[in-house]
């Protein structure tokens, strides 16, 4: 079964970085997009941004654009974002979700990012 | 504020239907298929239904989508305690080249 698994989420301060993974197994991660979504504290789900199956195509939200960086590494199964300068306002659960172009049909259980000085 | 517009709340008795609404423009819901998901509390958000109105593996045909226009809508009918969580409607935005979400609806099953 499909099966997304983040970390790396800790406690950072503001201008600081951080860099979350995440495992993806029982599916060909090769043929799939995929995102990270993030959900404030007691808030909605946000879209972050989405890779191509090849890493060719990426976009990202303006929230982020200029400070975050996705990746993957196909052979390995996984998916990183560099998170830098972080602000207070990024502190939120980011999921790893399967997905990007249509829909978003798997996510993993979510790693907390907090902000903080 | 969100995009998408979904009511904050919405609560029937066990039994009843509720439809849970999703409101856009042309440049997202009107030209975009349209996904939802149900996020139980305290647990990642899942998938229920994509393509405006197909069903993934597993999930039951209570839950149903539907899409005119600029709007989208939800219905859950045969509502079970078990319902109770956060829906939230999702599609990409041509204008914002960003996906977006609604800002979700709690649904208490009375």
């Known amino acids: 079964q499909v099966q997304l698994v983040e970390s790396g989420g800790d406690l950072v301060k503001p201008g600081g970085s951080l860099r979350l993974s995440c495992a993806a197994s029982?599916?060909?991660?090769?043929?799939?997009?995929m995102s990270w979504i993030r959900q404030a504290p007691g808030k909605g789900l946000e879209w972050v941004v989405y890779i191509s199956n090849s890493g060719t195509t990426i976009d990202y939200a303006d929230s982020v654009k200029g400070r975050f960086t996705i990746s993957r590494d196909n052979a390995k199964k996984s998916l990183y974002l560099q998170m830098n300068s972080l602000r207070v306002e990024d502190t939120a659960v980011y999921y790893c979700a399967r997905g990007g172009y249509y829909n978003f049909d798997h996510w993993g259980q979510g790693t907390l990012v907090t902000v903080s000085s | 504020q969100s995009v998408l517009t979904q009511p904050p709340s919405v609560s029937a008795a066990p039994g009843q239907k509720v439809l849970i609404s999703c409101s856009g423009s042309s440049s997202n819901v009107g030209s975009y298929s349209v996904s939802w998901y149900r996020q139980l509390p305290g647990t990642a958000p899942k998938l229920i239904i994509y393509d405006n109105n197909k069903r993934p593996s597993g999930i039951p045909d209570r839950f149903s989508g539907s899409k005119s226009g600029t709007s989208a809508t939800l219905a859950i009918t045969g509502l079970q305690t078990g319902d109770e969580a956060e829906y939230y409607c999702?599609?990409?935005?041509?204008?914002?080249?960003?996906?977006?979400f609604g800002g979700g609806t709690d649904l208490t099953v009375l």
């Open positions: 029982g599916f060909t991660f090769s043929d799939s997009y």
């Open positions: 999702a599609t990409w935005d041509s204008s914002l080249s960003a996906w977006v």
